[in-house]
T-cell receptor
Framework: NAGVTQTPKFQVLKTGQSMTLQCAQD?????MSWYRQDPGMGLRLIHY???????DQGEVPNGYNVSRSTTEDFPLRLLSAAPSQTSVYFC????????????FGNGTRLTVT | SQELEQSPQSLIVQEGKNLTINCTSS?????LYWYKQKYGEGLIFLMM?????EEKSHEKITAKLDEKKQQSSLHITASQPSHAGIYLC???????????FGGGTRVLVKP
């Protein structure tokens, strides 16, 4: 089982560039989410989705866009990267409507110079 | 939004010694999750607690939920180097769609 797959693992961007972080899961989970992890601040929720065509904002959505066209994929877009977006990004998924735990990908380490 | 405070932020323990991590919520807990993160990797699910007074164990790790105190604790008995990593607690509000996390506790086990 692949679980939650994130690509790329590492990325360096210049300020103002755009890019998409990819996330795919093969567990048929309705719920998917994106977090960023910064030193001393734990994980902060960026956006989440409870199913295809449905997305909503988390704690820190500014500067990020998401869409959910399929159950499997939940890409995160940075339209104009800023140094403040330097972080480690984690995608996670779970069964919707239950207290089942989140399954995490291995993260994407993004540096914006 | 729900805020979770973890203590301590970091700790160093001698191999074989016990350790305890606490997670305190600013609001009612509707489920409390414990995860472990190895350095540079993703999060691995450890345990989930749902009811006040609930206690779960897996190998040498025990987690308890005190609903009245809005607090959970994670206890590791006879720590080993494999227990090193970052431990995070997470919880969601009544709606269940926004899982928030504490700041994490970094554990180092000295051989």
């Amino acid at each position: 089982n692949a679980g939650v797959t994130q690509t790329p693992k590492f990325q360096v961007l210049k300020t103002g560039q755009s890019m998409t972080l990819q996330c795919a899961q093969d567990m048929n989970h309705e719920y998917m989410s994106w977090y960023r992890q910064d030193p001393g601040m734990g994980l902060r929720l960026i956006h989440y989705s409870v199913g295809a065509g449905i997305t909503d904002q988390g704690e820190v959505p500014n500067g990020y866009n998401v869409s959910r066209s399929t159950t499997e994929d939940f890409p995160l877009r940075l339209l104009s990267a800023a140094p403040s977006q330097t972080s480690v990004y984690f995608c996670a998924s779970r069964i919707q409507g239950s207290n089942s735990p989140l399954h995490f990908g291995n993260g994407t380490r993004l540096t914006v110079t | 939004s729900q805020e979770l405070e973890q203590s301590p932020q970091s700790l160093i323990v001698q191999e074989g010694k016990n350790l305890t991590i606490n997670c305190t919520s600013s609001k009612t807990l509707y489920g409390l999750y414990w995860y472990k993160q190895k350095y540079g990797e993703g999060l691995i699910f450890l345990m989930m607690l749902q009811k006040g007074g609930e206690e779960k164990s897996h190998e040498k790790i025990t987690a308890k939920l005190d609903e009245k105190k809005q607090q959970s604790s994670l206890h590791i008995t006879a720590s080993q180097p494999s227990h090193a990593g970052i431990y995070l607690c997470g919880s969601h509000g009544a709606a269940g769609n926004k899982l928030t996390f504490g700041g994490g506790t970094r554990v180092l086990v000295k051989p």
